[in-house]
Protein backbone atom coordinates (compact mmCIF):
# COMPACT_ATOMS: atom_id res chain seq x y z
CA UNK A 1 0.00 0.00 0.00
CA UNK A 2 1.69 3.39 -1.17
CA UNK A 3 2.08 5.78 1.92
CA UNK A 4 0.00 9.32 2.09
CA UNK A 5 2.40 12.39 1.79
CA UNK A 6 2.97 13.36 5.35
CA UNK A 7 3.68 9.61 6.16
CA UNK A 8 6.01 9.46 3.58
CA UNK A 9 7.83 12.81 4.77
CA UNK A 10 8.28 11.09 8.09
CA UNK A 11 9.92 8.33 7.00
CA UNK A 12 12.27 10.89 5.00
CA UNK A 13 12.24 12.61 8.33
CA UNK A 14 13.59 9.24 9.97
CA UNK A 15 16.65 8.71 6.99
CA UNK A 16 17.23 12.46 8.67
CA UNK A 17 16.07 14.49 5.86
CA UNK A 18 15.08 17.77 8.38
CA UNK A 19 13.27 19.34 5.49
CA UNK A 20 10.76 17.05 5.03
CA UNK A 21 9.96 16.87 8.58
CA UNK A 22 9.92 20.84 7.94
CA UNK A 23 6.74 20.01 5.37
CA UNK A 24 5.19 17.62 8.47
CA UNK A 25 5.07 20.61 10.86
CA UNK A 26 3.84 22.88 8.06
CA UNK A 27 1.01 20.51 7.52
CA UNK A 28 -0.09 19.95 11.40
CA UNK A 29 1.24 22.86 13.08
CA UNK A 30 -2.57 24.71 12.69
CA UNK A 31 -4.32 21.33 13.53
CA UNK A 32 -2.56 20.71 16.71
CA UNK A 33 -2.49 24.16 18.02
CA UNK A 34 -6.22 24.11 17.23
CA UNK A 35 -6.51 20.90 19.21
CA UNK A 36 -4.81 22.26 22.43
CA UNK A 37 -6.26 25.51 22.38
CA UNK A 38 -9.47 24.13 22.14
CA UNK A 39 -9.20 22.29 24.98
CA UNK A 40 -6.60 24.68 27.40
CA UNK A 41 -8.26 27.90 25.89
CA UNK A 42 -4.40 29.40 26.82
CA UNK A 43 -3.03 30.82 23.66
CA UNK A 44 0.60 30.65 25.52
CA UNK A 45 -0.35 26.77 26.87
CA UNK A 46 -1.50 25.88 23.30
CA UNK A 47 2.03 27.46 21.79
CA UNK A 48 3.54 25.00 24.35
CA UNK A 49 1.95 21.77 23.65
CA UNK A 50 2.27 22.18 19.86
CA UNK A 51 6.31 22.98 20.32
CA UNK A 52 6.52 20.51 22.71
CA UNK A 53 4.39 18.01 20.81
CA UNK A 54 6.92 18.71 17.26
CA UNK A 55 9.88 18.13 19.79
CA UNK A 56 9.07 15.10 21.08
CA UNK A 57 7.65 13.96 17.31
CA UNK A 58 11.56 15.16 16.15
CA UNK A 59 13.08 13.46 19.00
CA UNK A 60 11.42 9.89 18.23
CA UNK A 61 10.53 10.01 14.48
CA UNK A 62 12.21 6.74 14.42
CA UNK A 63 9.32 5.33 16.25
CA UNK A 64 6.93 6.46 13.79
CA UNK A 65 5.79 3.16 11.81
CA UNK A 66 3.22 3.92 8.99
CA UNK A 67 2.25 0.20 9.19
CA UNK A 68 0.68 1.41 12.51
CA UNK A 69 -1.36 4.07 11.47
CA UNK A 70 -0.90 7.87 9.77
CA UNK A 71 1.41 10.69 10.58
CA UNK A 72 -2.02 12.08 11.66
CA UNK A 73 -2.95 9.34 13.85
CA UNK A 74 0.87 9.34 15.34
CA UNK A 75 0.61 13.41 16.10
CA UNK A 76 -2.28 13.36 17.54
CA UNK A 77 -1.45 10.76 20.05
CA UNK A 78 1.80 12.77 21.11
CA UNK A 79 -0.28 16.07 21.26
CA UNK A 80 -2.47 14.55 23.42
CA UNK A 81 -0.16 12.76 25.63
CA UNK A 82 1.28 16.31 26.19
CA UNK A 83 -1.86 17.32 27.01
CA UNK A 84 -2.94 15.12 29.78
CA UNK A 85 0.57 15.60 30.92
CA UNK A 86 -0.20 19.48 30.87
CA UNK A 87 -3.91 18.55 32.81
CA UNK A 88 -2.32 16.89 35.25
CA UNK A 89 0.25 19.27 36.25
CA UNK A 90 -2.09 22.60 36.06
CA UNK A 91 -5.93 21.66 36.11
CA UNK A 92 -6.62 24.24 33.33
CA UNK A 93 -9.94 24.91 33.51
CA UNK A 94 -12.85 23.74 30.21
CA UNK A 95 -14.40 27.10 30.11
CA UNK A 96 -14.20 28.88 26.62
CA UNK A 97 -12.89 32.26 27.75
CA UNK A 98 -14.13 35.64 26.43
CA UNK A 99 -12.03 36.24 23.26
CA UNK A 100 -12.66 33.03 21.40
CA UNK A 101 -12.89 34.23 17.87
CA UNK A 102 -16.08 31.95 16.99
CA UNK A 103 -15.79 33.45 13.36
CA UNK A 104 -13.95 35.58 11.09
CA UNK A 105 -16.68 38.39 10.92
CA UNK A 106 -17.67 41.48 11.69
CA UNK A 107 -21.57 40.98 10.97
CA UNK A 108 -22.34 41.02 14.48
CA UNK A 109 -25.51 39.85 14.41
CA UNK A 110 -23.76 36.65 12.89
CA UNK A 111 -20.80 36.87 15.50
CA UNK A 112 -24.01 36.68 18.61
CA UNK A 113 -25.85 33.87 16.76
CA UNK A 114 -22.36 31.99 16.30
CA UNK A 115 -21.31 32.61 19.98
CA UNK A 116 -24.97 31.54 21.49
CA UNK A 117 -24.36 28.56 19.66
CA UNK A 118 -20.80 28.00 21.07
CA UNK A 119 -22.54 27.83 24.47
CA UNK A 120 -25.05 25.85 23.47
CA UNK A 121 -22.42 23.21 22.37
CA UNK A 122 -20.07 23.70 25.14
CA UNK A 123 -23.30 22.54 26.94
CA UNK A 124 -24.16 19.72 25.61
CA UNK A 125 -20.39 18.60 25.67
CA UNK A 126 -20.71 18.79 29.42
CA UNK A 127 -23.28 16.71 29.38
CA UNK A 128 -21.01 13.83 28.06
CA UNK A 129 -18.28 11.80 29.62
CA UNK A 130 -14.61 12.58 29.08
CA UNK A 131 -14.37 9.74 26.43
CA UNK A 132 -17.52 10.60 24.61
CA UNK A 133 -16.41 14.06 24.46
CA UNK A 134 -12.41 13.33 22.93
CA UNK A 135 -14.22 11.08 20.45
CA UNK A 136 -16.49 13.65 19.05
CA UNK A 137 -13.85 16.65 19.54
CA UNK A 138 -12.02 14.75 17.35
CA UNK A 139 -14.04 13.58 14.76
CA UNK A 140 -16.04 17.08 14.43
CA UNK A 141 -13.42 19.78 15.14
CA UNK A 142 -10.40 17.84 14.06
CA UNK A 143 -12.01 15.89 11.34
CA UNK A 144 -10.19 12.70 12.24
CA UNK A 145 -11.73 9.46 10.60
CA UNK A 146 -12.95 7.03 13.15
CA UNK A 147 -9.51 4.78 11.73
CA UNK A 148 -7.43 7.83 13.13
CA UNK A 149 -8.96 8.54 16.35
CA UNK A 150 -9.08 4.65 17.51
CA UNK A 151 -5.58 4.91 16.53
CA UNK A 152 -5.11 7.99 18.69
CA UNK A 153 -6.93 6.76 21.80
CA UNK A 154 -5.73 2.88 21.54
CA UNK A 155 -9.63 1.94 21.25
CA UNK A 156 -11.19 -0.43 18.38
CA UNK A 157 -13.07 1.51 15.76
CA UNK A 158 -16.57 -0.60 16.44
CA UNK A 159 -16.23 0.72 19.94
CA UNK A 160 -15.91 4.46 18.93
CA UNK A 161 -18.98 4.45 16.59
Not at 11 to 39: N, P, S, T
Amino acid sequence: MPLGFFEEKLVQAQRGDRAAFGEVYDGFVKKLYDYAFFRIKDKQSAEDIVADTFIKALEHVSSFDPKKGSAASWLYRIARNTLVDQYRSHKKTTAFPEDFDVADTTDLKTHIENRDMLGKVEIALGKLSEREREIIILRVWDELSYKEISEVLGKSEASLK
